[in-house]
């Protein structure tokens, strides 16, 4: 951005001013002696208008022959107008094509989700998707902020790693040099021992799970961010997660209330999320689901469908606790009450959305954890430097792991996570 010109979200604070605005022509409307031109430039969207009658006729003509999308620098005075979005409109005085734009493809008629896939370089600057982007922005840094605020030190995790932390099933495999490596599927064994380091820590960052499945909670890269807690048990993790998502929702009812009604998002539905959010154990989800007819088992994991049915009944976010340790990672502590159960809870999103955080309280004493990485067949010398945790001064300690997509889904109220990533990798797309 040039240094004399205006971004169009402060235009509010030059109210009666002559200023320049340098963006892209979202739109336009003829009126005969009137053009209406919306102008972006990625802060917001202001409408300038464009008088036959008092513009050089050159100025007129170029309004009215510019086209969706080409880049333009306009000059006019900005007037207080109560009706439009933005609060203000622009009087144009003067309009340059900065470059041209011929045949953009999407245009404001209705165009198939794969049409706008595959076109998702120019689909993030239309409205809807601009408006999740920037909620996400947002969702981010309150993140970070609620972590940093009470004492959590990031440190990330690296990306490449030697071993398994979510089953084999998923991961994504490469080479490194002469060794195989694996796409990270989460930190969490990288945090475990941060953890160790700082007593509070977290990473943050893409993860990839080669997901067999299309449905739309599943990506295959997505971003997660996963707190470790030092001498934090599962009771204590659950009251870390619940006051997370409350904080991280009101920055963003705070912060991004235009963008919410750009999405039509129930505003109320998010100022329910407030602590204590609800427990309920796995064996009484089981129970519920039976009673719904569903035919679930116990000792399975839930589907996409049983997830939306257990969602019914809840106003805000809820937990399940208590997952049998046969469909959890080989981390898990057992509960000491039942040795069938892990020390695992999922946060499940209201208004049928589903899990958005998992986590629980990771098994503490070497031999327990010597004895569950050879039950789960992984390779016991890929863990060494993990088992040193339980070597040198283990305590008992517990995390969790949010995907941003999962939780920005839900908080903007869309249907597919697809819409939450600024380029989504699916298990049929890789472009763009
Ligand atoms: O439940 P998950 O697999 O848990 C873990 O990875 C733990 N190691 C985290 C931890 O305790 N540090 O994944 C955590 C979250 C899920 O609740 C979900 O929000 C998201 O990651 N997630 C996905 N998001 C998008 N696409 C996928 N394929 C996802 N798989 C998991
Ligand atoms: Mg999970």
Redesign the pocket.
Known sequence: MSSESVRIESLKQHVGQDVTIEGWLYNRRSGGKLEFLQVRDGSGVVQCVASKAELPEEVFTRCGAATQECAVRVRGAVREDRRAPSGVELTLKDLEIVSESRDYPITPKEHGTPFLLDHRHLWIRSQRQHAILRIRHTLVDACRRFLNDEGFINADAPIFTPNA??GTTTLFETEYFDEKAYLT??G?LY?EATAAAFGRSYCFGPTF?A?KSKTR????E?W?V?P?IAYATLDDVMVWIERFVEAIVARVIEERRPELAILGRDIAALERVRVPFPRISYDEATRRLKEKGLPFEWGTDFGGTDETVLTEGFDRPFFVHRFPAAIK?FYMKRDPADDRLSLSC?LLAPEGYG??????EREDDYDTLVERIREHQLPMEAFEWYLDLRRYGSVPHS?????I???LTWICGVEH?REAIPFPRLLNRLRP
Do not use: K, T
């Not at 909670?217 to 295959?220: A, D, K, Q, W």
């Not at 995390?399 to 995907?403: D, R």
């Open positions: 932390c979510e599927q989460s969490q945090n799970r997901e909670r599943h990506l295959i997505f997660m996963e470790e990672a999922d899990e958005i955080v998992g986590g629980g995390g969790f792991g949010m995907g997509e999962r939780a996570l």
